[in-house]
């Protein structure tokens, strides 16, 4: 029993925050949101090179064939600076659901090595493609049947920088086992978990730092009961958030990944509500970058199935429903 | 990163489980606070220490097993599984005990542990003052220096246990010209001395769970002084960090609670879906907390400390018992006021936001030690 990163998972995680944390991520989402996304693709492409979009990719096809351990260490990452693009559709989903199928090996290999990103739309839970425009489409029929797709029209996201698109189905690739496309799925909401995490941790610290220095009654916000114990409570909700997704990554299974997706949701978005609330009317301005996480906080709260259906999930697992 | 046992692990709790199932009583001893009941748990305590099984984690010759950190969270978690009796023992083995072996000399850890091992001798933790609650510093009972010990003086009170148990712990303020943390010794007694007075408060249950204790120049030798005089808040503050942190709480209390939550939601018929999502919610969040104490035993396992984590852990904790009770008497309906296992646990649940340190004082410790927010001016 070792509940904590190998000493190469935490290299792995201090590598990805190294090179985000140097990668202007924010100038790149903003560009993404008004439709330029060249500065996003660079840094898929140097999230690439650090075998990312390898991870769940098999050996056969030029992956590394990793554990979502490393899954969930990249989608923190993801989340915490906010980087755009279709991460969960393409490492969490797709690249699973398409090494079932046997015959698309040629396209994970474009995946693994960073040449080509992948967007689905799975419904019920998933009714649109994220950044259709800029990834090749598949299109998911009645759970099972897996289609390429062509791109439809776009909506507006909550999140500017999740760009929506409906899809429509072309060619059939093929029948995949219910199963696979199961598992799939599970493995898409431990990321979205991870990416909602990540997000609520950045949320807090940003809150953190703002509260000390803004000053109000001739002392920091941040010294009085009323801010503290808020915050106090998010870094509890966050703490207690990670170790179910911890947990799930290391079986991911049905109930372990809804339990964790639940409480990353829940915490992530008290950190939002929080984080709001403390920056008072400067964070409710657009300019302001804490917008973004806001933002992109509620649209993950909604994507690959909503908190009620997580929950009916745990329910119904425990023999309860 | 894995949450694998080993086969001596798995032995451990197979060992545990049978031997709890083939001795847990089968129906619920009466309340430990009362005489009846206080006998009863002792009795129980007595059992457990007779098969090694009261405090496993201790040295053998001191009736333990040298059990892991690991192996204690699963004995806990076999423990709460097998619908154990409380620990009427818990302030000694939980709070005490770790403060002895840390700080005790060798004739007291001999004088004292065995017998808090085996129940014979219950302790009751006496921290609290009237005047001297969240800010426990300003606690003003006094202790004089005398031939040989010293004398104490003064009023505790919300003493845990205080009514029944044969001896107390707390802190006495050894030099008056000290102001708050300075100046202060941890002193052992036994409640039967000259001078104590013992005054049962009966809590929202009805049971006299504390005490007020009052101290009229009552002797106590040296020899019954913990640590060093003028210490004591040192010594003390390691007993605050097992209260609040791994040792009172353990995981499995939790998990079987949220287990039982479970069956009762599935034998209630036409449950609301409010009732549905907080049944969930509790049983996600015990689920939490126990793999978040799996991740603090590999911590402390590595040498780590448990920190400040001790007041992240309280303020959940605390708060999950009383949603899960609530839950649990939502889903009862009118049957809820009767009384009940669910009603003894939620009169208990809502003394956990506020013992062990309110959890005010766990959120400022969370944000001014861990998120490092400045401190509130105080006078």
């Known amino acids: 029993m070792r509940f904590t990163h190998t000493a190469e998972q935490a290299d792995f995680a201090r590598t990805l925050e190294s090179l985000l944390s140097g990668a202007d991520t924010v100038t790149a989402a903003r560009a993404w949101a008004a439709g330029d996304h060249a500065p996003g693709l660079a840094l898929w492409s140097k999230l690439a090179d650090t075998g990312v979009t390898a991870l769940l990719v098999p050996e056969r096809a030029d992956g590394l064939a990793a554990s979502p351990v490393e899954l969930v260490i990249a989608m923190e990452a993801i989340g915490r600076h906010c980087v755009p693009g279709p991460w969960v559709e393409t490492l969490a989903f797709l690249t699973p659901l398409l090494s079932s199928v046997g015959s698309a090996d040629d396209t994970l290999a474009e995946v693994a090595a960073g040449e080509v990103l992948l967007t689905v739309a799975a419904g019920p839970h998933v009714p649109h493609a994220l950044d259709a425009d800029v990834a090749s489409a598949f299109r998911l029929l009645d759970s099972r049947t897996l289609h390429t797709a062509r791109v439809g029209a776009a909506l507006s996201s909550i999140d500017t920088t999740r760009r929506l698109f409906t899809v429509v189905p072309d060619r059939e690739i093929a029948e995949v086992p219910t199963d696979a496309v199961l598992a799939a799925f599970d493995l898409a909401v431990l990321a979205n978990a991870a990416q909602l995490l990540g997000a609520g941790e950045r949320v807090l610290a940003d809150s953190v730092a703002y509260v000390k220095q803004r000053k109000q009654f001739g002392r920091e916000i941040g010294s009085y009961q009323a801010i503290k114990h808020q915050l106090a409570d998010v870094r509890i909700a966050l703490d207690f958030a990670r170790p179910l997704i911890d947990g799930a990554a290391l079986t991911p299974g049905t109930i372990d990944v809804s339990a964790a997706r639940i409480a990353a949701a829940d915490a992530a978005h008290l950190a939002a509500r929080v984080g709001l609330q403390v920056h008072g009317a400067i964070g409710y301005t657009a300019e302001f970058d804490l917008s973004l996480w806001i933002l992109k906080i509620r649209a993950l709260v909604a994507a690959w199935g909503t908190q009620s259906f997580h929950r009916a999930r745990v329910l119904q697992a425990l023999g309860a429903a | ?379």
């Open chain 2, 1 to 379: 990163m894995d949450l694998d046992l080993t086969d001596s692990e798995l032995a451990f709790r197979a060992e545990a489980r049978e031997w709890l199932s083939a001795h847990v009583p089968r129906t619920p001893l009466p309340s430990m606070d009362t005489a009846e009941g206080f006998v009863a748990h002792q009795a129980w305590e007595k059992q457990l220490c007779d098969a090694r099984w009261s405090v496993v984690s201790w040295p053998r010759e001191l009736g333990g097993r040298e059990a892991s950190l690991v192996e204690w969270v699963i004995f806990e978690e076999e423990y709460y599984r097998a619908g154990a009796p409380g620990r009427v023992s818990q302030n000694g083995i939980f709070l005490l005990a770790p403060i002895i072996f840390d700080h005790g000399t060798p004739e007291q850890q001999q004088r004292f542990l065995p017998t808090m091992a085996s129940g014979e001798k219950v302790w009751a933790q006496a921290w609290s003052e009237p005047e001297a609650g969240s800010d426990l510093a300003s606690l003003r009972s006094s202790a004089t220096r005398v031939d040989g010990g010293w004398r104490l003086s003064g009023q505790k009170t919300w003493s845990s246990r205080a009514a029944l148990a044969h001896w107390g712990f707390g802190l006495f303020r050894s030099d008056p010209s000290a102001e708050r943390h300075a100046g202060l010794t941890y002193f052992l007694f036994p409640l039967d001395a000259d001078g104590i007075t013992v005054r049962p408060i009966a809590q929202l249950d009805g049971e006299a769970g504390f005490a007020e204790v009052f101290f009229d120049d009552v002797f106590v030798p040296d020899s019954d002084v913990l640590g060093a005089p003028g210490d004591g808040w040192r010594v003390a503050m390691s007993t605050a960090g097992n209260e609040r942190g791994l040792s009172l709480r353990s995981p499995g209390r939790f998990c079987a609670a949220a287990d039982r939550l479970v069956s009762l939601y599935a034998a209630t018929p036409a449950p609301s879906g409010a009732a549905a999502d907080a049944v969930v919610d509790a049983w996600v969040k015990a689920r939490a907390y126990r793999l978040y104490t799996w991740g603090t035993v590999t911590r402390l396992a590595a040498g780590g400390d448990m920190g400040t984590a001790g007041s992240v852990n309280k303020v959940f904790w605390s708060e999950l018992d009383v949603a899960l009770h609530e839950t649990a008497l939502d889903l009862l309906g009118p049957e809820a006021e009767v009384e009940s296992a669910w009603t003894d646990g939620y009169l208990f649940s809502l003394s956990g936001p506020i013992y062990a340190g309110t959890n005010e004082i766990q959120r400022n410790i969370v944000a001014e030690r861990i998120l490092g927010l400045p401190k509130e001016p105080r006078r």
